[in-house]
């Protein structure tokens, strides 16, 4: 699976900004897509997933304000992150992920880097007050 992010930018505090991470290449289709996020000087942390099904888990950093999306019939991944702030810059990449098993973890609020199978090459985004 190739997996490419775009719409990342500058905002100021309060904005919103919506990321796509485009979705080619699969043989086999993934179970799950995740987004995950790596603030300067901090580990790469999952904030959200969606499962074939549609259903959504979103972190309790980012719940409220940001949401997953999917276009199936375009393969196209969305984040759409409203009311932005400051400790939300950082690196966000999407990610698949295979295995049910794995998923199904993913749905309860965990997402480890590992369960992930391939990786996009991260949009950068930067909010300023």
């Known amino acids: 699976v190739q997996l490419m992010e775009s719409g990342g930018g500058s905002v100021q505090a309060g904005g919103s900004l919506r990321l796509s991470c485009a979705i080619s290449?699969?043989?086999?289709?993934?179970?799950?897509m995740a987004w995950f996020r790596q603030a300067p000087g901090k580990e790469r942390e999952g904030i959200g997933s969606?499962?074939?099904?549609?259903?959504?888990r979103m972190s309790d950093s980012v719940k409220g304000r940001s949401t997953i999306s999917r276009d199936n019939a375009n393969n196209i991944l969305y984040l759409q992150m409203d009311n932005l702030k400051l400790n939300d810059t950082a690196t966000y990449y999407c990610?698949?992920?295979?295995?049910?098993?794995?998923?199904?973890?993913?749905?309860?609020?965990?997402?480890?880097?590992?369960?992930?199978?391939?990786w996009g090459q991260g949009t950068q985004v930067t909010v300023s007050s």
């Open positions: 990610a698949a992920a295979i295995n049910r098993a794995f998923c199904a973890l993913a749905h309860g609020g965990v997402w480890e880097e590992k369960w992930f199978n391939s």
């Open positions: 969606i499962q074939n099904d549609g259903r959504t």
């Open positions: 290449g699969f043989t086999d289709k993934p179970s799950c």
